[in-house]
């Protein structure tokens, strides 16, 4: 493989490996570098056997390295000394993007590497491609993608982050089979072999470290609002503070969790941690049971990635209805306890 | 303690974006707000104004329409309002933030021992104003805050983390972006409205300059759904609904057996 430049991919990681938004950065990452005839190095914040243990699930996604970057270095999270040491890599690799998830993290860094180096970042990208050199064609959301937008970026080194709903990784087989040149680097380079991590000493200063995560503990077990396979929502049609133990009844029986919208959480009726939407969570379950809700893009920009919404609500003509797969014409607080005794008395004939 | 807080002028949505034929962003009939995030970035302001005295300042960069939005501010209970005034030209990130630092060099306190913004505007969710006013103040940065505490000189401020938690401590003079759900902002008293109608507002012309990020086109995404299928009207249409939720195979005895989910 006659590869013309290199992409980073910042690789965020989570004890069971990369984590999922950073899978979508990468699989965005071999796209945009089929379309430059580049080649992905993997970046790792981590120490070389972490790192080594991380990459080995990607041993088919024709990433060409990958890079550690340990704690001798960087003492945890730290967002501007991540950033200088990506902008050093991308120097001494004449990198022609660097790309990470728009997480809080990777949103983050980029920034910190947009301000350091005055090049743009693009946030929220869904697809990026290489016109020619130093110009680029974006796809990106704007109102948490109630719009998207095309645009064009000239930039020797593009900064981009990647929308998690951006297309996950299974359009990959796909290059794969084409038998494109990504395809063909990805055998030579991976399949099977052990990856092979280079360590990277960055040159930081004092004020690199400045910003540095004094704690950092991701949750251990529950069902949280993001990952819930089921989500009950519940809007202003609940009407009030009271109205809501109908629902998380609802919630408990479906193995789901409450979920509510902006006007709910700005009425104080439940707190924001259980806000669905564009300034609150960003839900994908299984499924998503919408009760009294209106579906103001707000709250449309949280839940779209739902595989099935399924909506109660008074007013046959509301925006939701236009999203969801099916509808309940009617008033969740008669027919949520008809469902919730439904439920019940159809799980107790097992 | 004087804090500054940068707001945006965006367009108010409700239940749907309506395009104009020149492909922006129709708001003739719904009006402008200021982003979410930042409602909540002058409220928590105001209540440390509260608690330990010193002044809110807010600042924007918009049309001379946006001095509606820092009006909007002033009544929460900010003291100052400061509008960068453009002429209504898209302006990039870096623009953006090159004006405010030239801005902010210019005012008093030099710097402002805090600095807020939101985390991100709600139309064109950049996620970097804010750094980058930092990097050109030389200033620390901590951005998605959603908890913050002050106590002698060092703010300690905390942010969701996979579910869990992140905190930061960093020095003032700092930067912070917040997201909503840090706090409830209070509606706007009377007094207040009647002190922000009155208000000065100091007004700026910062130079325009072109982003290299350049939008070609917005267009609304194609629905991934069609209209709902309606199941029924009230309480009658609750077998139906169970029928269907077991098909997909979501009722919980249903998880284990099956191809229900296949759909």
């Given amino acids: 493989m006659n590869a013309d430049g290199r992409v980073l991919l910042l690789a965020e990681t989570e004890p069971s490996g990369i984590a999922e938004e950073s899978m979508r950065a990468l699989a965005f990452a071999g796209r945009l570098a089929d379309s430059a005839y580049a080649a992905v190095d993997v970046v790792l914040f981590e120490d070389r056997e972490e790192a080594a243990d991380a990459v080995r699930q990607l041993s088919s996604y024709g990433i060409s390295g990958t890079i550690s970057v340990g704690s001798n270095a960087i003492p945890g999270y730290a967002p501007a000394a991540w950033a200088k040491t990506l902008s050093q890599l991308a120097d001494s690799a004449d990198a022609i993007a660097i790309v990470a998830a728009a997480t809080d993290r990777g949103s983050e860094v980029l920034a910190h590497l947009g301000a350091m180096t005055g090049l743009p970042v693009a946030a929220n990208c869904m697809a990026a491609r290489l016109d020619s050199p130093g110009q680029w064609r974006l796809i990106r959301q704007r109102w948490a993608g109630s719009l998207l937008e095309e645009a064009a970026l000239e930039a020797h080194c593009a900064l981009l982050t990647v929308a998690a709903d951006a297309p996950a990784s299974d359009v990959q087989p796909e290059v794969a089979a084409d038998g494109g040149a990504g395809a063909g680097g990805a055998e030579a380079g991976g399949a099977g072999a052990p990856p092979s991590v280079r360590v990277y000493e960055p040159d930081l200063s004092e004020a690199d470290l400045r910003v540095c995560a004094a704690e950092s503990a991701a949750a251990s077990g529950g069902a949280s609002l993001a990952t819930a396979r089921v989500v009950v929502g519940g809007g202003r049609g609940v009407g009030g503070p009271d109205g809501f133990a109908p629902l998380e009844e609802l919630a408990e029986l479906l193995g789901g969790v409450l979920g509510v919208s902006r006007v709910v959480t700005s009425q104080g009726w439940r707190p924001h941690r259980q806000q669905v939407g564009q300034t609150g969570t960003k839900i994908s379950p299984e499924l998503y049971l919408a009760c009294g809700i209106s579906g103001a893009i707000q709250h449309m920009a949280g839940c779209l990635s739902s595989k099935h919404i399924v909506v109660i609500n008074t007013d046959e003509d509301a925006p939701i209805i236009s999203h969801a797969d099916y509808a309940v014409i009617g008033d969740l607080t008669e027919v949520v306890p008809a469902l919730v005794s439904a439920l019940k008395t159809s799980m107790s004939r097992l | ?263």
Avoid at chain 2, 118 to 128: C, V
């Fill in chain 2, 1 to 263: 303690m004087d804090i500054l807080v940068c707001v945006k002028r965006v367009p108010t949505v409700g239940g749907k974006i309506v395009l104009t034929d020149s492909g922006e962003v129709d708001t003739r009939f719904s009006g402008f707000t200021v982003s979410p995030h930042e409602e909540c970035a002058v409220e928590e302001a105001v209540r440390i104004c509260e608690q330990q005295g010193g002044t809110v300042t807010v600042l924007t960069l918009g049309p001379p329409e946006a001095a509606d939005q820092l009006r909007e501010m002033l009544a929460l209970g900010a003291h100052r309002g400061v509008l960068l005034q453009t002429d209504g030209r898209e302006w990039g990130p870096i623009a953006t933030a090159a004006a405010i630092a030239e801005a902010v060099r210019g005012m008093e306190p030099t710097p402002f021992p805090l600095m807020f913004f939101g985390n991100e505007a709600a139309d064109t969710g950049g996620y970097q104003v804010a750094v980058r006013v930092a990097h050109a103040l030389g200033l620390p940065c901590v951005t998605g805050i959603k908890r913050l505490e002050l106590c002698d000189g060092v703010v300690r401020a905390g942010r969701d983390y996979r579910g869990g938690q992140e905190v930061f401590e960093v020095k003032l003079p700092a930067v912070v972006s917040l997201k909503e759900g840090i706090n409830l902002p209070r509606y706007p008293s009377l007094p207040g409205r009647l002190r922000a109608k009155r208000a000065e507002i100091t007004v700026r012309t910062p130079s325009w300059l072109a982003d290299p990020l350049r939008t070609l086109e917005l267009r609304v995404p194609e629905a991934p759904r069609q209209r709902a299928e309606i199941l029924g009207h009230g309480v009658a249409a609750v077998p139906e609904l169970v029928r269907v939720l077991g098909e997909l195979g979501l009722l919980p005895q249903a998880r284990t057996g099956g191809d229900g989910t296949a759909a």
